[in-house]
């Protein structure tokens, strides 16, 4: 993997929990933003998002996924 990702989540979030733990499993590095702690993340992600602040909204590179599977993040990493 070349390019950085983010995984923009809230607590409470069990999308956002699962996915980070698949992660975690399969040794894929990320970057966590809570986007309730940090007021730029929550920007970033409702502007991805028609202005909602769904999550897990996924970042590699400069493409953004909202809710994706495992299997979306592994495809885009995979380019």
Partial sequence: M???MT???RPGCPFSAR??????????PFDAVNIWED???AA???SVNDGDELVPTVRIG???????????IRAAIRG
């Avoid at 698949?22 to 040794?27: E, G, N, P, Y």
């Avoid at 400069?62 to 979306?72: A, H, I, L, T």
Wanted: charged share 35%; no cysteine; proline share 3%.
């Fill in 39 to 41: 007021g730029e993340a």
């Fill in 19 to 28: 996915l980070k733990v698949r992660l975690r499993l399969a040794r894929i």
């Fill in 44 to 46: 970033i992600v409702r």
């Fill in 62 to 72: 400069e493409k953004f996924m909202s809710n994706p599977s495992f299997r979306d």
């Fill in 7 to 9: 995984l923009y989540w």
């Fill in 2 to 4: 070349t390019e950085a």
